[in-house]
């Protein structure tokens, strides 16, 4: 049984540190999701406390985020309309749905699914993301109330229409960017966005602010409910799996990072656990979907964090705050929409399609259509990423089954040397090569494979290896196989050399002690 250790000042420090940055990102991410403000902070508290004790990290910060928010947005737009109850029910139905997913397939151990995740659609949907994030909060910054889901046309209709727009809205929302921006220049622990948030509610409360702001916010503690819609789950599965995947890839990056810059022992299948558990408490007590956060993990970190207490307090905090949301009532939306923009701007980043432009053109394609048809598909940016995932199977599949063959003819022999994947979808093309050269070359007496430039050999693979040699000696032809790659001897052994007889030569030159096993093996 492993020995409890206990908080250190260090994790205290880290705890409020990033509760006070957590408490007007959880305010500003419920908007941006379609949900009234303190369904962000009850999204902020019990899960947060949840994940902080089953995680394998003792940094990674859970809560509600900016990419979640807008994916939820974009899952549940098209079933009910934003703010309304019918709305609220399916946000929390869908935390339950995202945190099962991430439950499952963090106790049957395939935590590598964290791996998976094709960067070049995880960079452009997320630099899209961004840019569709920005664009939502301009009608909020301008004073304007958003017309349309779509935040690319919301942004669009409020500024084509200047007369509409609020100077105090702006003011509040150019002071608050100031200050935040400001405050990360003084030093990272400044709490610019809390102190922008309580200033502007005292100024909006003082000069008596009629623009748009929070309004009446609920104070009641959560409770556990199990009252939600579920007849409504199948059509929650998409957006649930699309919001499990890209949600996590996010954490298990910061984890990860984490991890190895300290050399200790990351478990990803762990990390999903802990993210499901809180995703489904988060359903459970109203909130919906969160995640990871990687400012606020290292806003953790440098804030002297040490165990997964810090963690802990930073749920204990948030909780304490819903008493005093009614305070927040006259808070600006256009404070928020500053705290917003501040905060996703470093989201926006381009650059790395520039490096997948250099270093792999296709992988930038990939990159290029994925950022494109999230933009088009907003608010439905869920459709972006399956578009994404699609495309890099695609050109996964594509580069395997362009399996490279190059022959060469050589004193009556024959040289074959394929360079790739053999499996069954690139196999035709080296039975095509072959059959090809052998016509071409109809005095030929060899025939050598050499397969050292063969990364991996399926079933299928090497049963094509076995009929084409078994044709060549009914042409009349030797056949040897050498250079077999140590990751596919035992399947040339089981196959190449039950029924015809070559010269297997392994990768590393020992063919007498590959033949003795293969004959050891034999009844």
Request: net charge neutral.
């Amino acid at each position: 049984m492993k020995r409890i250790v206990a908080p250190t000042w260090g994790d205290l420090v880290a705890g409020i540190s990033v509760a006070l940055v957590l408490i007007p990102q959880a305010l500003a991410y419920s908007g941006l999701a379609g949900l009234p403000p303190q369904t962000g902070i009850y999204a902020s508290a019990l899960p947060v406390i949840v994940a902080a004790l089953l995680a394998s990290s003792p940094y990674l910060q859970t809560g509600p985020t900016a990419a979640t928010a807008l994916l939820t947005l974009g899952a549940l737009t098209a079933l009910a309309e934003p703010s309304a109850p019918s709305y609220v029910e399916l946000a929390a139905l869908l935390a339950i749905v995202v945190g099962a997913i991430r439950l499952v397939v963090g106790l049957v151990r395939m935590g590598a699914i964290a791996y998976l995740m094709s960067q070049p659609v995880v960079v452009a949907f997320m630099a899209a993301a961004g840019i569709l994030i920005v664009l939502s909060q301009v009608p909020a910054v301008l004073g304007v109330v958003a017309s349309d889901a779509d935040p690319i046309v919301a942004a669009w209709e409020a500024l084509r229409d200047p007369d509409a727009w609020d100077p105090g809205s702006i003011a509040f929302a150019f002071a608050g960017a100031l200050v935040v921006i400001g405050g990360r220049r003084l030093h990272p622990l400044f709490p610019g966005a809390v102190i922008t948030v309580i200033g502007s509610i005292v100024v909006s409360r003082a000069i008596g602010f009629e623009g748009l702001t929070l309004g009446a916010i609920e104070t009641a503690l959560p409770v556990l409910s199990l009252d939600l819609p579920w007849s409504d789950v199948p059509g929650l599965l998409i957006g649930g799996l699309v919001i499990a995947l890209i949600g996590f890839a996010e954490p298990a990056a910061i984890a990860r990072h984490y991890a190895t810059a300290e050399r200790k022992r990351w478990d990803p299948s762990r990390e999903l656990v802990s993210q499901g558990a809180a995703n489904i408490m988060s359903g459970l007590v109203g909130g919906f979907p969160i995640g990871g956060s990687f400012s606020r993990t290292a806003l953790a970190k440098l804030a002297g964090a040490k165990t997964r207490w810090n963690g802990v307090i930073v749920g204990i905090v948030m909780l304490a705050t819903i008493p005093l949301l009614g305070f927040m009532s006259a808070l600006p939306r256009a404070t928020l929409g500053a705290v917003v923009i501040t905060a996703v701007l470093p989201l926006v980043n381009l650059r790395p399609l520039l490096e997948f432009w250099r270093a792999a053109r296709l992988q930038f394609y990939v990159a290029g259509i994925t950022f494109v048809a999230t933009l088009i598909a907003a608010p439905h940016v869920e459709r972006g990423v399956v578009i994404g995932v699609l495309l890099a199977a695609a050109a996964h599949l594509y580069r395997e089954v362009r399996l490279s063959v190059p022959t060469s003819v050589e004193d009556g022999t024959i040289h074959v040397q394929p360079r790739g994947v053999l499996y069954y979808a690139s196999a035709a093309a080296l039975e095509e090569t072959v059959g090809d050269v052998i016509t071409q070359h109809p005095g030929a007496q060899a025939l050598v494979f050499h397969l050292d430039g063969l990364g991996r050999v399926d079933l299928t693979g090497a049963l094509t290896l076995r009929r084409l040699a078994e044709d060549a000696r009914a042409a009349g032809m030797s056949v040897t196989f050498v250079d077999v790659p140590p990751q596919s001897s035992k399947i040339a052994e089981r196959v190449l050399s039950e029924r015809v007889p070559v010269s297997l030569l392994v990768e590393d030159g020992h063919a007498a002690d590959a033949d003795r096993r293969r004959r050891a093996s034999q009844p």
